[in-house]
């Protein structure tokens, strides 16, 4: 079975631009989490999709948002971006979003904000 | 969210077992007790994950206190590919996230 991917792995932007980062999920996963890794941090929720509707929402502002399509991949979009946006993101997998089932961890996309 | 305490870090030998401590004492009845690690340069690896009873995987063994106040990661013979920051989470069965607090680095001596 195929793992998590993440395109693209590395990314610059300028702030205030906007960027769009994709993950295909692991096969047969039917709810995709995605968090934010800043340098020496650990990850934190962004937010959880499950079935194409979002599933919950960690404390990020409106200017994060995403897409679930119908195969189960996912998008993420970040809008007027600023350098603190500067982080690892990664996209996790899962048979549900409940405590009873492992996530899988993509690689992530290292998103540097200049 | 279940607190967790972990050391900041942890020092083994190439190929002896390594015991990797958790205390999680706000732990709810419904929290799963999952275990996560970060090499270098990756995203997080799902090791394991138990309600209450001991698990056993290919990976680790996963050793949970009566009480699940406390559970105890087990590497049964360390490499050095074992290197990597060690995350213990509590995930409520009707929750939807991994809150990840600092973790224990492991650090694997030849």
């Known amino acids: 079975e195929t793992g998590v991917t993440q395109s693209p792995t590395h990314l610059i932007k300028t702030r205030g631009q906007q960027v769009t980062l994709r993950c295909s999920s692991q096969?047969?996963?039917?709810?995709v989490s995605w968090y934010q890794q800043a340098l020496g941090q650990g990850p934190q929720f962004i937010f959880q999709y499950y079935r194409e509707e979002e599933n919950g929402r960690g404390n990020f502002p409106p200017r994060f948002s995403g897409l679930q399509f119908p195969n189960y991949s996912s998008e993420l979009n970040v809008n007027a971006l600023e350098l603190d946006d500067s982080a690892l993101y990664l996209c996790?997998?899962?048979?549900?979003?409940?405590?009873?089932?492992?996530?899988?961890f993509g690689s992530g996309t290292r998103l540097t904000v200049v | 969210d279940a607190k967790t305490t972990q050391p900041n870090s942890m020092e083994s030998n190439e190929e002896e077992p390594v015991h990797l401590p958790c205390n999680h004492s706000t732990i709810s009845g419904t929290d799963y007790i999952h275990w996560y690690r970060q090499l270098p340069s990756q995203g997080p690896e799902y090791v394991i994950h138990g309600l209450t009873s001991n698990v056993n995987n290919r990976m680790a063994s996963l050793a949970i206190a009566e009480d699940r106040k406390s559970s105890t990661l087990i590497l049964h013979r360390a490499t050095l590919r074992d290197a990597a920051v060690y995350y213990c989470i509590p995930h409520n069965n009707a929750g939807n996230m991994l809150t990840f607090g600092g973790g224990t680095r492991l650090m694997v001596k030849p």
């Open positions: 096969s047969g996963h039917n709810t």
């Open positions: 996790a997998s899962s048979l549900g979003g409940t405590g009873d089932y492992g996530y899988t």
